[in-house]
């Protein structure tokens, strides 16, 4: 990467939804590889960059695992684009994939059971001819009928190949880095179904072996048969539970942690305040958290986050993203959204300096257990 001169400017704009205010600052001209990109920033006020141009590098890396998968700090989770929360239109989409790697943010999130199928599909023709820009995770275990409807969790030795080869096809490439075991089968021993993933390096089609929502000693029994690179699992500002067992431990054998939902399934982001906002099939109308009872005092949380992020002159969702980026090198949040906008946004937040005064103040606002009702309607398909 080559940098450019530097130049002074002045005034006023908001760039990718973040407010550079009147002041001094520079503006770099950078360029690499296929790219090139304008960062401004405007030290004298902050430490906030900006993308100007047509492509950035604002995100930096991040290792995953003690193998040190190199991923962009934060990831595009891509459930949003096909099934759960509706299906945009293909177009958008495809927009979206494209604008997400423009600016840099090529660690893209998807699994068999977003669609059903469809998901992985849609990647595959958004990556075809750039197949090596992006680091890829997808995964396979939580099995849905053509519906969408849950059908059961699968972690049968025999099913791992057959799920990895069926998830190659769709999406269009010959390798998968990240694979992951979506939701552990209580019914087959973890040993067994990591045993197959590891087959699956043997033979060239995954690069790394990764889980998601699993209980602290499946994951210490898992890593015992096959290095694991990542966990995954919901993380946010209302969702702090993992503080507890699940970061020790992955941090103790040397886990990378990837955090879903960051922002709260677009609660927290201030998208939705009820869910009949919502499309007539989203999933989130099933979600406690959202139901009578539980959603008035979780507006409560959302309005204090809101208010912090007020304050702070950056949307809610940036600021819990810049949260979660503050909690460790080691954590790689995976936004999900259908718009280019909220993409940008949530891209600039990596750029966001939370003082420690701001650390501890949202420490004392959100406490582990802050949300009223669970995080899914059945909770005994999570492993704990
Ligand atoms: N391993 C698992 O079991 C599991 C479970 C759930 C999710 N995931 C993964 O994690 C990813 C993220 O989770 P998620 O999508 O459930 O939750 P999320 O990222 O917390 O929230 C997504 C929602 O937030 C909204 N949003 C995102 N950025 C926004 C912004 N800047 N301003 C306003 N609204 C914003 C989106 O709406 P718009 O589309 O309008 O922006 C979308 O409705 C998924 O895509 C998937 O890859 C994994």
């Not at 890829?136 to 059961?152: C, E, H, I, M, Y």
Request: charged share 20%.
């Amino acid at each position: 990467m080559a940098c450019g001169g530097t130049e002074q400017f002045r005034g006023e704009d908001r760039i990718l939804g973040m407010p550079m205010r009147y002041g001094m600052g520079c503006v770099r001209a950078m360029t690499g590889p296929g790219w090139s990109a304008t960062l401004v920033t405007n030290d004298c006020i902050s430490e906030r960059i900006s993308v100007g141009g047509t492509v950035g590098d604002i995100l930096g890396t991040r290792y995953l695992g003690a193998a040190r998968l190199a991923v962009t700090a934060m990831g595009l989770g891509c459930m949003a684009l096909s099934g759960l929360y509706g299906t945009p239109e293909e177009s958008g989409s495809l927009r979206l994939l494209d604008r997400a790697l423009e600016l840099g943010c090529t660690f893209l999130d998807t699994s068999d059971a977003y669609g059903p199928f469809t998901n992985e599909k849609l990647l595959g023709r958004a990556l075809a001819g750039r197949r090596d820009k992006v680091v890829l995770a997808t995964k396979f275990g939580n099995v849905r009928r053509p519906d969408g409807s849950f059908l059961r969790v699968s972690g049968d030795p025999a099913y791992v190949p057959q799920a990895c080869d069926a998830s190659l096809q769709r999406l269009g490439v010959d390798y998968i880095d990240l694979y992951y075991l979506h939701r552990v089968d209580q019914q087959v021993p973890i040993e067994d179904t990591v045993g197959a993933m590891a087959e699956l390096v043997t033979a060239g089609k995954v690069g790394h072996l990764a889980l998601s929502e699993a209980a602290p000693e499946t994951i210490r029994r898992a890593h015992a048969v096959y290095p694991i690179t990542a966990l995954q699992t919901e993380y946010s500002v209302w969702s702090r539970e993992p503080e507890a067992e699940i970061l020790p431990v992955v941090r103790e054998l040397g886990i990378g942690f990837v955090a879903y939902a960051p922002v709260g399934r677009g609660f927290l982001a201030g998208r939705f305040s009820d869910p009949a906002e919502l499309g007539a099939t989203d999933i989130r109308r099933q979600h406690p958290r959202f139901q009578a009872g539980n959603l008035q005092s979780n507006a409560a949380v959302a309005a204090r986050l809101r208010a912090i992020a007020e304050a702070r002159e950056i949307t809610p969702a940036q600021l819990a993203l810049a949260w979660l980026l503050a909690q460790g090198d080691d954590i790689v949040p995976i936004p999900g959204t259908a718009s280019i906008e909220h993409l940008e946004q949530n891209v600039a937040s990596a750029s966001v300096r939370l003082t420690a005064t701001e650390l501890a103040s949202i420490a004392d606002a959100f406490p582990p257990g802050v949300a009223a009702g669970d995080r899914y309607a059945d909770m005994s398909l999570l492993n704990r």
